[in-house]
């Protein structure tokens, strides 16, 4: 799966206009600074667990956030730090909870893989392959029975399409006409099972389309593509036409998961990837267009280096919970 | 009014009472079609519009799932399986999942979600007949509630959906009075008059159903039933049976019982499902650890046999516990046989 599998528009997906762009970029660049100096504090021991990151996926995340609001909702999974960032939950809580402190976006309850925070339309990701999907459904129910013209981008991996689950919450979907972006993140590999592997068809979206609804496959490393697909998906989610299944072409630049080296992983194939890499095909293409000079990208990167070094500082000397508080939130309590 | 529309009597004041009460299962808000498996969701399409009462494809993890979604956003659905046996298609929404996201968020999010799932025996063979409280009993984050009365069902029901976790409520296929249809052989007759203003039955308090001086029994559905007809057979030779109907298995009232057993000081449980690893177990085990002083006698348990159900009658009348096994057991236990 190289070049070949990459949809040959023939043309360059439109830019949006400066400000957006640069949100575009700066949001890649948040995602990829975290998961990098995430990955430090992980070699180095110093945050607990395990951690499944994604430095090169992150156009797909910034894409697809770019046209959400606070309100909307995602579903994530177990690789969920770039879908947080794009989602707007603060770097400090993240970084607290990936050190299990109580000031964490979810209070040390959740760490890396059920990341989420109502408060920016994220619940808990789910770290069962594809169980996000169904969920993604109700999502969407609610969504249009109690607030019109809100959303739900559901996220998922190319292993999540054989999954029942997939199958079941994508037909809920088309049947009701729910207003959900289901994104397929089709970074080829099911932890390290190739997709030609697990599929006699490995075209996703052509498989997605036969539900009825109106499929599409971009190019996952270029954000303006994702950007531009997502306008169209989320205008038909909104204005009460359905879903659209959105196949993002990807790459994972880190392993499966923290320890991970990717040995499975064709050359060819890799070489082809990893030299496409998203924020530099952005910064290149700004660049080109005359939209942005260096000066701005050297802007943005200097200050989300140091924001997101603070905000790693903050989490690891943000308070620890008590041993016992392992027994609360069993049940909710409108209190707590 | 039987059970069956107790529940549906529930299900409709809760639904006038609150817009973001919605039902959702396979075979409901078909006009002409049954109202689920068991009647109980019959006709509310006509008050209430196919989108408050939604019909799925046979996609129980894709409904469950999706109960789960719409509750996230502030709806409080009822998702129901038309024979508890199918929620295994929905193990992970069930055990992963909808019982897990208030706790993973931090107490942040709630999942006010109500399943409703008929249990028990019936002549339909394995994968019809199970009750399978204890897997859910087993998973943190559930409430469990076991109404075996019309009052009880509509009191629960009505608690369950404004309860802010996700509770299961298992009702029994002999106990819901469907008629035409829907009529189940062997069913037991439950009918008693339900009162027509808003009440609810708080989770947590069992009611003794008989009162007696020698065994204490915890009962539920279809065995609370039996139980008591053992009662009966046994009052007529002087033995008492203290009849405790739990009403829910989680929380479960261990004062009730533990009163119970201050004047009985011997413990059984009747239950439908097969013996190993049954919540009944759970009960047995609790008592002994905690309050072992209470007990005279080792406790027992009278419960399915470890083995599927099979579809012929008279295998399924074996395996199932009757009012004669249970008064057999009760005269061992007292040394009488």
Not at chain 1, 160 to 174: K, W, Y
Not at chain 2, 246 to 267: I, K
Not at chain 2, 314 to 322: G, K, L, N
Request: with cysteine; glycine share 10%; net charge negative.
């Amino acid at each position: 799966m190289t070049a070949a599998h990459l949809p040959q528009s023939g043309r360059p997906p439109p830019l949006p206009e400066r400000a957006q762009a640069l949100d575009l970029y700066r949001t890649m660049r948040r995602i990829r600074e975290f998961e990098d100096r995430v990955f430090a504090y992980f070699r180095a021991g110093r945050i607990p667990g395990t951690v499944h990151q994604y430095q090169g996926q992150e156009a797909v995340a910034a894409g697809i956030c770019g046209h959400l609001l606070r309100t909307d909702y995602v579903t994530s999974t177990h690789r969920p730090h770039g879908h947080a960032i794009a989602k707007g939950i603060p770097l400090q809580e993240m970084a607290a909870e990936l050190f299990g402190s109580t000031l964490g976006c979810c209070r040390g309850y959740s760490g890396s893989m059920h990341m989420g925070s109502p408060e920016y339309g994220m619940p808990p990701a789910s770290a069962i392959v594809a169980g996000g999907v169904p969920i993604a459904a109700g999502l969407g129910l609610g969504c249009r029975m109690l607030r019109p013209g809100a959303m739900v981008a559901c996220f998922f991996g190319d292993g999540a399409f054989n999954n029942g689950a997939f199958h079941e919450g994508a037909n809920l979907c088309a049947i009701w006409d729910l207003p959900v972006i289901l994104v397929c993140e089709n970074n080829f590999y099911a932890a390290s099972t190739h997709v030609t592997l697990a599929n006699k068809n490995p075209r996703l979206a052509e498989r997605a389309r036969s539900y009825g609804m109106p499929t599409e496959t971009v190019d996952g490393n270029d954000v303006f593509a994702v950007y531009e697909a997502t306008g169209r998906a989320a205008a038909r989610a909104r204005g009460g036409d359905g879903p659209t299944f959105l196949e993002c072409l990807t790459y994972r630049r880190c392993g499966h998961s923290r320890r991970d080296q990717n040995k499975y992983r064709d050359k060819q194939e890799e070489q082809f990837w990893l030299a496409r890499d998203p924020l530099d095909l952005a910064r290149t293409r700004l660049l080109d267009a005359g939209v942005a000079a260096p000066s701005d990208f050297q802007a943005i990167d200097e200050a989300t280096a140091a924001e997101v070094q603070a905000a790693l500082d903050h989490g690891e000397q943000a308070p620890q919970p008590a041993g016992e508080d392992a027994l609360l939130h069993v049940f909710y309590e409108e209190s707590r | 009014m039987t059970i069956a529309k107790a529940l549906r009597l529930a299900i409709t004041e809760e639904m006038r009472r609150d817009p973001t009460v919605i039902c959702i299962g396979e075979d409901i808000g078909i006009p002409g079609g049954w109202g689920g498996a068991f009647t109980v969701t019959w006709g509310l399409e006509r008050e209430f519009g196919l989108e408050r009462i939604r019909n799925t494809p046979i996609s129980e993890c894709g409904l469950i799932g999706a109960a789960i979604g719409a509750a996230l956003t502030g709806l409080r659905p009822i998702a129901d399986f038309q024979y508890s046996d199918f929620m295994f298609c929905a193990a992970d929404q069930l055990i992963n999942q909808a019982p897990k996201i208030c706790f993973m968020s931090g107490g942040r999010v709630k999942v006010p979600l109500v399943v409703r799932a008929p249990v028990g025996a019936s002549t339909r063979g394995a994968q019809h007949a199970q009750c399978p409280e204890a897997w859910i009993v087993h998973t943190p984050g559930w409430k469990v509630a076991v109404p075996s009365t019309p009052y009880d069902a509509k009191g629960l029901l009505k608690a369950a959906v404004r309860d802010d976790n996700p509770v299961f409520v298992f009702e029994h296929k002999l106990l819901y009075g469907s008629s035409g249809a829907r009529k189940e052989d062997n069913a037991v007759q439950v009918d008693e008059p339900v009162p027509g203003e808003d009440f609810v039955v708080p989770f947590g308090e069992a009611v003794i159903r008989r009162p007696g001086r020698d065994i204490t029994i915890v009962a539920t559905h279809l065995m609370l039933y039996r139980a008591l007809q053992a009662a009966e057979q046994l009052g007529a030779t002087g033995i008492e049976l203290e009849v405790i109907d739990p009403r829910t298995l989680v929380p479960f009232d261990y004062n009730t019982v533990c009163e119970s057993l201050g004047r009985t000081g011997r413990l059984m449980i009747i239950e439908e499902d097969t013996r190993r690893g049954g919540w009944g177990a759970e009960i047995v085990a609790e008592i002994a650890e905690k309050h072992g002083d209470l007990l005279k006698v080792p406790p027992a348990r009278v419960a399915t046999y470890d083995a599927p159900i099979a579809a012929s009658p008279r295998m399924e009348r074996f395996a199932v516990p009757d009012a004669s096994r249970i008064a057999a057991a009760a005269r061992t236990m007292l040394g009488l046989q």
